[in-house]
């Protein structure tokens, strides 16, 4: 903590440094199954260190890591028995801190999970709390004679728990949690229960990281009469995190994991004043219901109902996660269809969701898994990339709770596929090691060497958004086509001018070292064009931007007749090959699309000269 805090270089896009987050791809890191550094079958602080390059390589912007505190790692270490400190199989604060000033050299940002919501069972402070009715940490916890209050309040795991109410020997009072029973609910209402929680808040601030994903936001307070989440109160708490972060550790962000409702999650973004970013959690099982019925409704009529958010905030979008693919946000009848084509097998249901990674969800269709990353790295929001979905790494649905989705990160085809030189028994769990996703098939190694291998489509997909700053804060105009297959969209809007042939964030550098040496390939040259866009370049260096999306859902070619009159008289350039097509007329805009298709064109007003498409 005595190391010295570096300035982090300027990734921030048109908006301004503070709004870095509106332009940034998030990935999401289980430390324990990134990289074992020191081969004792745990992933760890040092391993992840290592790995920086590989991120950097990949062209992330923020790192978002699970929890790495003390815990028993009875719910992934989401149950905290202390939150000042670092779990010592993870290894020290200092080792964060390091890990945190390389991140920031290279322009990585590292977003924490914060728990607030609970800690574990084995915490001091329950420890404490349940001793005794009158101890000084008595009230750190929701206590309460019967198990009868606020029965309005859903219980989350289902399959595990009857109530939210668990009675203890000890103290003989029922204690309130809304996930496991050995994760007590911290008691709010208690001023040094908050107090506490905002000075955890600014530790992990002052220590260098650039902000949290709030754990469970929805239920920090409960009330008489409701179902306890969303509430007012919570809400207050929230902001009050937000103002300590305005006032003293601007630039840093709150993400909100509150699953709900587009309309009740929106609350969370106040009037600007609370988070930043949040997750879109019902977005995310109607892109696998839209592509299975081969229709877009699923995805425009959550679009429809999604509304307007405060200037300066932004939705978090994803495909997978290190939860279950929940089905809380959808209809019975939807989730019926959805357990029924993703979960064959009765083995992969977890709690009220789908434990299985993308790849297995997408039985290995790799046109599937480009058509739905496409979707996400271009619909409104900040994409989160689960970490080795960008591998398509499978899942082993033979493993207890959510661990099916949390084995090992695959490096190479090397003992524990690269993970750690532990001895197998010793490993948190074993690595994936069928013939179709294990280790030998589906590895970093491997895709770094392939240039035509998935890792490096997506990689190449990370460039070219980065070329197109709209996409992180442009409206989106859906465009009319009769065909109920095609999704189509225009995203445009004012963004920074780049002189030609940069990106707005610099350049990345390429990396050799480290794993598979120079055949680990340079990164592509950004677009040799940036041609005249859509719309006035104004004197402020900023101009209009717009492109164009179209996805075809459908397992067969499909045609898309377009209805773009807005944009007449535009030539619509592809991204990835800059080639101009035909200019858009008042008439509707005929193009095919292949089986799941996607393409992507800049609208510009004047096409490109021919030399610089080939130069
Ligand atoms: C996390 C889960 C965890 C739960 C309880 C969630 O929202 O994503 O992994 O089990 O919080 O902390």
Redesign the pocket.
């Known amino acids: 903590m005595s190391m010295p805090r570096l300035p982090l270089p300027s990734r921030d896009g048109p908006a301004g440094t503070r709004r870095w987050y509106q332009h940034a791809v998030f990935y999401e890191v289980l430390l324990r199954g990134f990289y074992d550094s020191n081969n004792d079958g745990i992933g760890d602080i040092r391993g992840l260190h290592e790995k920086l390059d590989y991120l950097q390589w990949l062209g992330v912007d923020a790192i978002w890591l699970l929890p790495f505190y003390p815990s028993p790692m009875r ?2 270490g ?2 905290i028995s202390d939150f000042f400190n670092v779990a010592p199989d993870y290894g020290t604060l200092t080792d964060l801190s390091r890990l945190l000033d390389d991140a920031h050299r290279r322009g990585i940002r590292v977003v924490s999970d914060l ?1 607030m ?2 800690t574990s069972d084995t915490h001091p402070w329950f420890i404490e709390s349940r001793s005794s009715r009158d101890n000084p940490k008595s009230d750190w916890y929701v206590w309460n004679d019967d198990d009868q209050r606020w029965p309005e309040a859903r219980v ?1 795991f289902t399959d595990v728990e009857r109530s939210n109410w668990t009675w203890d020997e000890t103290r003989e009072q029922y204690y309130w949690h809304r ?2 029973s050995h ?1 007590p609910d911290l008691n709010y209402e208690n001023p040094e229960v908050a107090d506490t929680m905002v000075d955890m808040v600014k530790f992990w601030l002052e220590l260098g990281f650039d902000g949290f994903r709030l ?2 936001a929805p239920y920090l307070f409960q009330r008489d009469g409701t179902a306890g989440e969303h509430l007012p109160e919570t809400h207050d708490f929230i902001k009050r995190i937000r103002k300590e972060i305005e006032s003293n550790y601007p630039g840093r962000v709150l993400l909100a ?1 509150a ?1 709900g409702w587009p309309a009740d999650v929106a609350d969370y973004f106040g009037d600007g004043d609370e988070c930043h970013l949040c997750f879109h959690f019902p977005l995310m099982p109607r892109l696998f219901m839209a592509v299975r019925k081969e229709q877009r409704y699923p995805i425009t009529e959550i679009l429809s109902q999604t509304p307007e958010i405060p200037d300066g905030c932004q939705w978090a979008i994803f495909l997978r ?3 279950e693919l929940t089905l809380e946000q959808v209809t019975d009848e939807e989730r019926d269809y959805l357990i029924s084509e993703y979960a064959k097998d009765d083995r992969m249901k977890r709690h009220m969701g789908i434990g299985r990674r993308l790849a297995p969800l997408l039985d290995g269709n790799r046109r599937l898994a480009e058509l739905l990353y496409s979707m996400v790295l271009s619909l409104p929001g900040s994409p989160v990339i689960y970490y080795g979905d960008e591998l398509l790494m499978g899942d082993n649905i033979y493993l207890g709770d ?1 661990d099916s989705v949390r084995t090992p990160m695959q490096w190479s085809p090397d003992r524990n596929g690269g993970f750690s030189k532990a001895d197998f028994a010793q490993l948190y769990l074993p690595p994936v090691m069928d013939p179709v996703y294990g280790s030998d098939a589906v590895n970093v190694e491997a895709q770094c060497r392939n240039p035509g291998s998935f890792l490096h489509w997506l990689r190449g997909m990370l460039i070219q958004r980065r070329a197109m700053p709209v996409l992180g804060v442009g409206t989106m105009e859906p465009t009319a086509c009769p065909n109920p297959s095609i999704l189509a969209y225009v995203r445009s809007g004012e963004v920074a001018d780049a002189p030609v042939g940069s990106s707005p964030w610099g350049t990345m550098r390429p990396i050799g070292e480290g794993f598979g040496g120079g055949t680990f390939g340079r990164p592509p040259a950004p677009p040799s064009v940036v041609p005249v866009a859509a719309g006035e370049q104004d004197l402020a260096g900023q101009r209009t931007q717009a492109v164009l999306c179209v996805h075809n859902l459908s397992r067969f070619a499909q045609p898309a007749e377009l209805s773009l009159p807005r944009w007449s008289g535009y030539t619509p350039v592809e991204v990835l090959g800059r080639v101009p097509f035909p200019v858009i007329s008042d008439e509707p805009y005929t193009i095919a699309l292949g089986p799941y298709g996607y393409l992507w064109f800049e609208l510009v007003r004047e096409p490109p000269f021919p030399e610089e498409v080939i130069g």
Request: charged letters at 30%; hydrophobic letters at 25%.
């Open positions: 719910d992934g989401y149950d728990v919501n609970h989350v996930f496991f994760q754990d469970a994991e699953n996660n290190h939860d959510r």
